[in-house]
């Protein structure tokens, strides 16, 4: 298996992990939107998708994303992480996440944050995974507000 960026190519692979990957963690995007929402960031160089490609299809996925502001100037996110059930506790995850913060420190991050679903806490203790990678909870609180049409 090897880990590489992701392609357009890999639209409909990628789609089918996003689609098992939010089921498991009970996020609601539709289907169509994963697709157009991977074409995009395949597109955008403030975004990054890494895969785990056994030759034969994908196992897994990292994705991020930059952001700047005024407490910290470039940062970014580590927006997602997955591999599929049969692809697991086979050491994947940690060069998943090596290649997104690779590419942020790249891109002149000064930081990567990520959010952690109650589901998936609940379900795969995550916060410890993500702590033996040198990640720190911020005592800070998530909130978001869906923009106007979107629903509530």
């Not at 599929?84 to 998943?96: A, E």
């Not at 005592?139 to 923009?147: A, E, P, Q, S, V």
Request: net charge negative.
């Amino acid at each position: 298996m090897i880990i590489r960026r992701a392609t357009s190519s890999d639209i409909e692979a990628l789609s089918a992990l996003y689609v098992a990957f939010f089921r498991e963690d009970g996020i609601a995007t539709p289907p169509q939107a994963i697709a157009e929402n991977l074409s995009v960031m395949l597109g955008d160089p403030r975004a990054c998708i890494f895969v785990a490609d056994t030759g034969g299809g994908l196992a897994g996925m990292s994705a991020g994303s930059l952001t700047f502001g005024v407490e910290f100037g470039w940062s970014a996110e580590l927006e997602d992480l997955y591999l599929s059930p049969g692809s697991r506790g086979m050491g994947w995850s940690r060069p998943l996440v090596a290649a997104v913060l690779d590419w942020a420190r790249e891109h002149g991050a000064r930081e990567t944050v990520l959010v952690i679903t109650p589901q998936a806490e609940q379900d795969q203790a995550l916060t410890r995974f993500y702590e033996k990678l040198g990640f720190r909870d911020s005592r800070r609180i998530t909130m978001y507000r869906k923009g106007p049409g979107t629903g509530t």
